[in-house]
């Protein structure tokens, strides 16, 4: 595990430039512009495994971003969680003008505010879910570099005015084999049923609508098994709610608990995973511009 000393040698007196090497910075100009400076895109992986939300990443994973990335994954550089995160806060912004330019729906709030999420208009906190290390990678690398990400984008995306907190609730039920030489379809099979909500997380989720947050997007098979936990852990605690409410007798009005889950569940989405975002993806999943005018209403 990396040294407190070793984190503060980063941040005074960095090596080199995390993307390209240049000496005496954490991250040059010209490779903070390629990993935070460019415009999100929605991407999808092909093949898109089943369940998978919409994606938007900040970059495409090559190069500099790719550099800069396993530098704070691999080699604990911490140091680069604020560009990162702000690449990332970029990418959940994206989503959710994605979310409010789709028709109204369960992900839409057509009251008047013109479809903008209720999470932008400072109703209801944007919850950004991380999507889960194993327990064991965080142990080797000394830290949990998706959870890092995420809280920097939420910090940036409330100095936007954008109300964001991190929700780490998603964990490993079951042991996965490493995936960096499995294909597509082999890491669906080695991750479906493999996340679960913490105890009592479930209950959590439905403070806000749900962004998924990972550090990058290769298959998008954790995404949509970490879409699917959500959204069965949101079932779930709903039905209770429900169920709970008829036993006891609770009248469904206005400032009831349950009627409030209901009713942000129609309005803004509460604890429905409307979207997901990346710093970076696979540059082969990168929707080109064109087509992703023609689909930028498909945010489930």
């Known amino acids: 595990m990396r040294g407190w000393w070793q984190d503060l040698t980063d941040l005074v007196l960095p090596a080199e430039c995390a993307g390209c090497g240049r000496p005496r910075t954490v991250l040059c100009p010209r490779c903070r512009a390629a990993v935070a400076g460019g415009v999100p895109r929605r991407v999808r992986p092909v093949p898109e495994p089943p369940g998978l939300p919409a994606v938007y990443a900040a970059a495409g994973y090559a190069d500099e971003v790719r550099a800069a990335v396993l530098a704070h994954k691999e080699r604990g550089l911490m140091s680069l969680a604020a560009p990162l995160g702000a690449a990332l806060a970029g990418a959940v912004r994206a989503g959710l003008r994605g979310t409010a330019a789709g028709p109204s729906g369960p992900t839409s709030a057509p009251d008047g505010h013109g479809g903008r999420p209720a999470a932008m208009r400072g109703r209801a906190p944007v919850l950004l879910v991380p999507v889960p290390s194993a327990r064991r990678a965080v142990r080797a690398r000394g830290h949990d570099p998706t959870r890092r990400i995420a809280l920097a984008a939420a910090a940036g995306l409330r100095r936007g005015g954008v109300a964001a907190q991190v929700l780490a609730v998603l964990r490993q039920r079951r042991g996965v084999s490493d995936q960096s030489r499995l294909g597509s379809r082999q890491r669906r099979e080695n991750l479906t049923g493999a996340l679960t909500t913490a105890a009592g997380g479930a209950g959590l989720l439905l403070a806000g609508p749900v962004v998924l947050v990972d550090d990058l997007m290769t298959t998008g098979a954790s995404l949509a098994e970490a879409a699917r936990a959500v959204t069965s852990a949101v079932y779930s605690a709903r039905v209770r709610e429900e169920m709970e409410a008829y036993r006891t007798g609770r009248s469904r ?25 990346v710093v970076a993806a696979s540059p082969d999943s990168v929707v080109e511009k064109q087509e992703l005018t023609k689909n930028v209403h498909r945010c489930r």
């Open 253 to 277: 009005k206005e400032g009831n608990p349950v009627y409030r889950a209901s009713e942000l569940w129609r309005a803004y989405g509460a604890g429905h995973v409307i979207c997901a975002a």
